[in-house]
């Protein structure tokens, strides 16, 4: 019997077919984005949070931003052409991804949503969900936002 590949066996292989030199990191679980970074020994802003946005039913789009930052709706909605824009339930998320929360990346996606971007993340090594809880993904950020073909532009505000 063959089992099913994990995330992170869809994340490394969407990588590769990519030509996206990643590194998968094991981690203990993280109370905290905050206690994630330390553990990894990074800034809070080197991790990309990776979240899953509703446009209407049946349709999404990713954000990327970094973790000293959060999404700007207003900025988001415009960069985006919609009038209304939502997280949605967390099975609902899995649905539209494959992953679950705290999972979440485009890379190896059940679809490849549209991806937006912080520019943030331009520039910097960054790490962010590798599909499987206990695991951190780290690659080049410019390289991460090429292969995606992520819409960069302001979509954040400061964390408040």
Same mark, same amino acid.
């Given at each position: 019997?063959?089992s099913s590949p ?8 969407a990588a ?6 990643v590194e998968v990191?094991?981690?203990p @679980? ?5 206690e994630?970074?330390?553990m !990894? *020994?990074? $800034?809070? #802003?080197?991790i +990309?949070?990776s979240l899953v ?5 049946g349709?999404?789009?990713?954000v ?7 999404i700007?709706?207003?900025k988001?909605?415009a960069?985006a052409g919609?009038?209304?824009?939502m997280l949605?339930?967390a099975e609902?998320?899995?649905? @539209?991804?494959g ?7 485009? !890379? *190896?996606? $059940?679809v #490849?949503?549209p +991806? ?6 331009r520039?910097?090594?960054v790490?962010?969900?590798a599909?499987e809880h206990?695991?951190?993904l ?8 090429a292969?995606l073909d ?7 505000d400061p964390?408040?």
């Open positions: 019997m063959e994990t995330g992170r066996d869809r994340v490394l292989a590769d077919r990519l030509g996206l030199d990191i094991d981690r @679980a993280a109370a905290s984005l905050a994630a970074a330390a !990894l *020994g990074i $800034t809070a #802003a080197d +990309v949070k946005v509703r446009r209407r039913a349709e999404y789009l990713f990327l931003v970094p973790g000293d930052a959060q700007s709706w207003p988001l909605r960069a919609a009038n209304k824009l949605p339930p609902e998320a899995f649905e @539209a991804t992953y679950a929360r705290g999972t979440i990346t485009p !890379l *190896g996606s $059940t #490849a949503w +991806v937006f971007a912080a520019p943030g993340i520039g910097r090594r790490s962010m969900g599909g206990g695991a951190s780290f690659v080049d950020g410019d390289a991460l936002l292969v992520a819409t960069v532009t302001d979509i954040t964390l408040s």
